[in-house]
């Protein structure tokens, strides 16, 4: 073996990857969704001891996560089974955190996402 080479990897090594069409798609579904949960989060400042200081505050791109995020959950709420009610939650969660952040609070129905969702109060 030469200085810099790596030892050749094996099966074993692999990492377990799995063939996207062999994924459910409820699976891709929830996994997409708690993605957007997060970048929500993060552009909220929640992941942040101090939310309304956090160097990754940003409102606009927040709503644009929680908008697309409510897309989605709204229009595969049939095939979420028994995770609809958490990620409606989640999402709900991040609606009002939005509104409660915001110096001016969007009107009832105006919010992000609610066009899809309906008023979160």
């Known amino acids: 073996m030469l200085p ?10 692999e990492p377990d990857i799995r063939e996207l069409a062999d994924i459910p798609a409820v ?9 957007l949960m997060s970048s929500a989060a993060e552009k909220l400042g ?11 505050r ?3 791109e927040a709503r644009r996560v929680i908008t ?3 897309g989605l959950i709204t229009a595969s709420v ?3 089974g028994p995770h609809a009610g958490p990620l409606r939650d ?6 009002r955190a939005f509104r409660e952040s915001s110096a001016h609070p969007d009107e009832p129905g105006n ?5 899809y969702t309906g008023p979160v109060h």
Request: charged share 25%; aromatic share 2%; glycine share 8%.
């Open 46 to 56: 929640l992941a942040d001891p101090d939310p309304d200081n956090s160097p990754r």
């Open 78 to 80: 049939e095939y979420l």
């Open 4 to 13: 810099g080479m790596s030892e050749p990897t094996t099966a074993a090594d």
């Open 90 to 95: 989640g999402l709900q969660s991040l609606q």
């Open 27 to 35: 699976e891709v579904i929830s996994r997409a969704a708690v993605m």
């Open 68 to 70: 697309a995020l409510a």
């Open 58 to 60: 940003d409102l606009d």
């Open 111 to 115: 919010g992000p996402g609610e066009k």
